[in-house]
T-cell receptor
């Protein structure tokens, strides 16, 4: 089946640094990918919709300059947390929409970011 | 506007007994509905999906869900719980474009021996 891979699965960084998280669709092309954030023991919150070749669409309340999204190819979207602070520590999950399977999203394993 | 409501934040069952996780939806479109499971510190795994075909949907690991339009429900069931079923379960509604806009708040399933 379709697989979405995220890297890294866990990253620890110092406050003030920037961290890039990759989301790859391994066996299908994804014109649209989604980035979610999940706080401990809470549900997933949609942060942004990443569209290949165009600017991402951010949900209300999500700082686009803080969370930079680039969808440069049909199989790769990246989320860069810029100037990370401890409150950015979270579980970030991406999903990709498989055009071949109507309405089906495939999720990555998630990336845990810990900012010290 | 679309939304899902998971009626129970926590469900506890004994191993071998039935599981029922409840979900009600609200959608202005004919919805696609999903159940996902998340084990601790893991990503999401699709259990099953409804996309306007059969109203009784069978998923992986013995789970199934029934789409009831008259009740706007999509409850998840399993006849016999296993210890490995303990996890967080999310009900999700998306529109036909495939944008998973709304996640339920999740139901934590605990299974005791």
């Amino acid at each position: 089946g379709a697989v979405v891979s995220q890297h890294p699965s866990w990253v620890i960084c110092k406050s003030g640094t920037s961290v890039k998280i990759e989301c790859r669709s391994l066996d299908f092309q994804a014109t649209t990918m989604f980035w979610y954030r999940q706080f401990p023991k809470q549900s997933l919150m949609l942060m942004a919709t990443s569209n290949e070749g165009s600017k991402a669409t951010y949900e209300q309340g999500v700082e686009k300059d803080k969370f930079l999204i680039n969808h440069a190819s049909l199989t790769l979207s990246t989320l860069t947390v810029t100037s990370a602070h401890p409150e950015d520590s979270s579980f970030y999950i991406c999903s990709a929409y498989n055009l071949g399977i109507t309405g089906e999203l495939f999720f990555g394993e998630g990336s845990r970011l810990t900012v010290l | 506007a679309q939304s899902v409501t998971q009626l129970d934040s926590h469900v506890s069952v004994s191993e071998g007994t039935p599981v029922l996780l409840r979900c009600n939806y609200s959608s202005s479109y004919s919805p696609s509905l999903f159940w996902y499971v998340q084990h601790p510190n893991k990503g999401l795994q699709l259990l099953l999906k409804y996309t306007s075909a059969a109203t009784l949907v069978k998923g992986i690991n013995g789970f199934e869900a029934e789409f009831k339009k008259s009740e706007t429900s999509f409850h998840l069931t399993k006849p016999s719980a296993h210890m490995s079923d303990a996890a967080e379960y999310f009900c999700v509604v998306s529109d036909r474009r495939g944008t998973a806009l709304i996640f339920g708040k999740g139901t934590t399933l605990s299974v005791s021996s």
